[in-house]
T-cell receptor
Framework: DQQVKQNSPSLSVQEGRISILNCDYT??????FLWYKKYPAEGPTFLIS?????DKNEDGRFTVFLNKSAKHLSLHIVPSQPGDSAVYFC????????????FGTGTRLQVTL | GAVVSQHPSWVICKSGTSVKIECRSL??????MFWYRQFPKQSLMLMAT?????????EQGVEKDKFLINHASLTLSTLTVTSAHPEDSSFYIC??????????FGSGTQLSVL
């Protein structure tokens, strides 16, 4: 049972344009969401997070939006840069379960010149 | 910032052998570490929660006798894949969190069992 879903396995965006990565979840107990970025042969690195009490969190070029009623979140990267090319995982947690993250399957972003 | 070190990065072994993977928190004490596994094109799946000084808590479907976890100190957790078989070939990754902070991940271990 995949509780966190990233339905787009890959995405290609031109440099300078906006990248939008989507994530859906089914577990209504999730109350904290995170995005991780992963390069090949490396571990995921934390990118940005959002609590369920918010609907938007912004950090530089990265913005995460949360729509609780739709159980949907998205990561916006603008402007996209070639160095953003990586696999992006969304993850969710129910803070009552002591940091047990549930990950999506990842979306591979390719930023082209 | 906090760093989690994982070793080795790559392992190739023969079927039937055991492989040990180490996960170290380099500049903080981690009472809890997590072990994940990722098969190609699938998500990171939590295998077990490693608790310092006590037995690990395994997720449903993960064989505790197959994947031995030892968290002997506040900075080291090890995962031993016993009698590895080709179907155990996967990407294994650990993570740890300093109290109240986000998770930090190791760089992962790609295990290939021949």
């Amino acid at each position: 049972d995949q509780q966190v879903k990233q339905n787009s396995p890959s995405l290609s965006v031109q440099e300078g344009r906006i990248s939008i990565l989507n994530c859906d979840y089914t577990n209504s107990m999730f109350d904290y969401f995170l995005w991780y970025k992963k390069y090949p042969a490396e571990g995921p690195t934390f990118l940005i997070s959002i609590s369920s009490i918010k609907d938007k969190n912004e950090d530089g070029r990265f913005t995460v939006f949360l729509n609780k009623s739709a159980k949907h979140l998205s990561l916006h990267i603008v402007p996209s840069q070639p160095g953003d090319s990586a696999v992006y995982f969304c993850a969710a947690i129910s803070t009552g379960t002591a940091s047990k993250l549930t990950f999506g399957t990842g979306t591979r972003l390719q930023v082209t010149l | 910032g906090a760093v989690v070190s994982q070793h080795p990065s790559w392992v190739i072994c023969k079927s039937g052998t055991s492989v040990k993977i180490e996960c170290r928190s380099l500049d903080f004490q981690a009472t809890t570490m997590f072990w994940y596994r990722q098969f190609p094109k699938q998500s990171l799946m939590l295998m077990a929660t490693s608790n310092e000084g006590s037995k690990a808590t395994y997720e449903q479907g993960v064989e505790k006798d197959k994947f031995l976890i030892n968290h002997a100190s506040l900075t080291l957790s090890t995962l031993t894949v016993t009698s590895a078989h080709p179907e155990d070939s996967s990407f294994y990754i650990c993570s740890a969190s300093r109290r109240g902070e986000k998770l930090f991940f190791g760089s992962g271990t790609q295990l290939s069992v021949l």
